[in-house]
């Protein structure tokens, strides 16, 4: 499951705050998915990659609650922590920088702390 945090809302659109919004759209566009499933209070598209299922998964419950939409939908789908990636935005990386990290804490992002309370810690 690849889960674009965001906000959901026309006046956060296209923001950079709403990066995870937009590789989530795109992934499911290279997929030709639609997000047509409403479930979990999230946006979800269902894919296929390489012969296997993938959801993209666009939580509308706003970046700080994020975790309200993901924890049961992992938990639904009886997904692993390694098959979950979040696609979120970094103050701290130059525009259009991309960086990939595999565990770790949630430095201070709001939108990844409110993860760990359904999901657990990271590492």
């Known amino acids: 499951m690849i889960v674009g945090l965001g906000n959901p809302g026309r006046e956060h659109a296209g923001t950079r705050h709403n990066v995870g919004f937009l590789v989530a759209e795109a992934l499911a566009a290279g997929w030709r998915a639609a997000f047509t499933v409403r ?20 939580p509308q419950t706003y ?7 993901v924890g ?9 922590l390694d098959g979950v990636v979040v696609v979120h935005d970094d103050l ?6 991309v960086q990939v990290k595999v565990g770790g804490g949630h430095g201070g992002h709001n939108g990844l ?4 309370a359904p ?3 990271p590492d």
């Open 39 to 58: 479930k979990f209070g999230s946006e979800i598209a269902e894919a296929s990659a390489g012969g296997d299922k993938v959801w993209v998964m666009k």
């Open 63 to 69: 970046m700080n609650h994020s975790g309200e939409a």
């Open 72 to 80: 049961p939908a992992v938990r639904f789908l009886k997904l692993e």
């Open 92 to 97: 701290e990386l130059e525009p259009y920088r």
């Open 113 to 116: 702390k409110s993860l760990t």
């Open 119 to 121: 999901l657990g810690s």
